[in-house]
């Protein structure tokens, strides 16, 4: 059966808070949490149990949810990794869930209807936009800027008709944003690591603005994805990957149906594929230089100057350059064995 993980932070905090100072309104993001502890429970099955499972999870300040599955969900507070890292071994296991958790972040709101008051009718209009989910049931939970910063900013979850990896639900999802040619979906949430956060923020002295922060759609029950061929990954040939015009060429796709999280982890693994690893010093700080430069140059959207600030900050993309420096490590590793496996037959 399928399930999902809960995952609570060690700092107890998990969602965004707001508060007023001279300057105005301050949203304090996501905290930078390193150590959960997790707990599998079963999926809740339809849109309605997802709706019930979504109040729950809005009042609890300390979780996030994980697609991922725990290896050894009784070891305590745990790092979230999918592959080994610096010497820690990895906590979570990628495994094919029947729900899509689809990410909508300051995606435009349809003339005539108010996102704040009617939230289901807002996402309604955009998920129909996808020929796959046109009519299908959803659960919802509005996102914790929601109301404070423009567009639609919520998740849902669709029932699926069979089984898939997140990472089969991102080619999904990525193909429709480029089929729409903006971004309608965040497909960063897709992977199986990635905190999907249901909780609503903590207000200090601020009313909230949305009455319904949860809510839900009656419909086709599940719904069938068409899901791309998955791509080949691109031959390193001198100074750019063979095929996509190296790193440089990702991102200029930046502010664009990709957004901004999706196209700098593409970059930085084309970095770590150029180099077989971390750039070394002085590469590292002029690639960072290249890479803040384009941030700040693309077109922001919704997004606020802190979230813009985050995305050119070095500490950001330095975190790129060790997920994908992992991932590549894993990618080589099942190669070897995969020989060995060979040579031994």
């Avoid at 108010?114 to 049931?137: K, M, N, Q, Y």
Wanted: charge should be neutral; hydrophobic fraction near 45%; proline fraction near 5%.
């Amino acid at each position: 059966m399928s399930g999902i993980t809960v995952a609570t932070a060690q700092g107890g905090i998990a969602t965004k808070q707001i508060r007023h100072t001279r300057a105005g309104l301050q949203i304090t993001d996501y905290p930078l949490e390193k150590w959960w502890r997790f707990y599998a429970l079963p999926s809740p099955g339809d849109a309605e149990g997802w709706a019930d499972f979504l109040s729950e999870r809005q009042a609890d300040f300390a979780s996030c949810c994980l697609y991922a599955e725990p290896i050894n969900a009784f070891a305590g507070y745990q790092r979230r990794l999918i592959h080994d890292a610096e010497g820690a071994t990895a906590t979570l296991r990628e495994v094919a869930r029947d729900y899509l958790v689809l990410d909508f972040d300051s995606t435009a709101v349809s003339d005539g209807i108010d996102f704040v008051t009617d939230p289901a009718s807002a996402i309604g209009v955009v998920i129909d936009t996808f020929e796959e989910l046109r009519g299908v049931a959803f659960a919802l939970a509005v996102s914790a800027s929601a109301g404070f910063k423009p567009g639609i900013r919520a998740k849902a979850v669709v029932m699926l008709s069979e089984t898939l990896m997140p990472s089969a639900m991102r080619r999904w999802a990525q193909a429709m944003n480029a089929r729409a040619g903006i971004k309608l979906l965040d497909p960063a949430v897709l992977a199986p690591a990635q905190p999907l956060y249901f909780a609503k923020l903590i207000l200090h002295g601020i009313e909230d603005p949305i009455r319904q922060r949860v809510g839900m759609r009656a419909g086709i029950e599940r719904a069938s994805l068409k899901i791309p061929a998955e791509r080949q990954n691109p031959e390193a040939t001198g100074g750019v990957i063979a095929g996509s015009g190296g790193w440089r060429a990702h991102l200029g796709q930046l502010g664009g149906a990709r957004g901004f999280h999706d196209v700098l982890l593409t970059a930085a693994g084309a970095v770590v594929g150029h180099y077989c690893g971390a750039p070394p010093e002085p590469a590292a700080s002029l690639i960072h230089e290249f890479v803040r430069n384009a941030v700040l140059k693309a077109d922001p959207g919704a997004r606020d100057e802190r979230e813009i600030a985050r995305y050119a900050s070095r500490r950001f993309w330095d975190d790129l350059i060790g997920h994908a420096g992992r991932r590549e490590h894993h990618r080589v590793d099942k190669i070897i064995t995969s020989i060995a496996g060979i040579r031994r037959a």
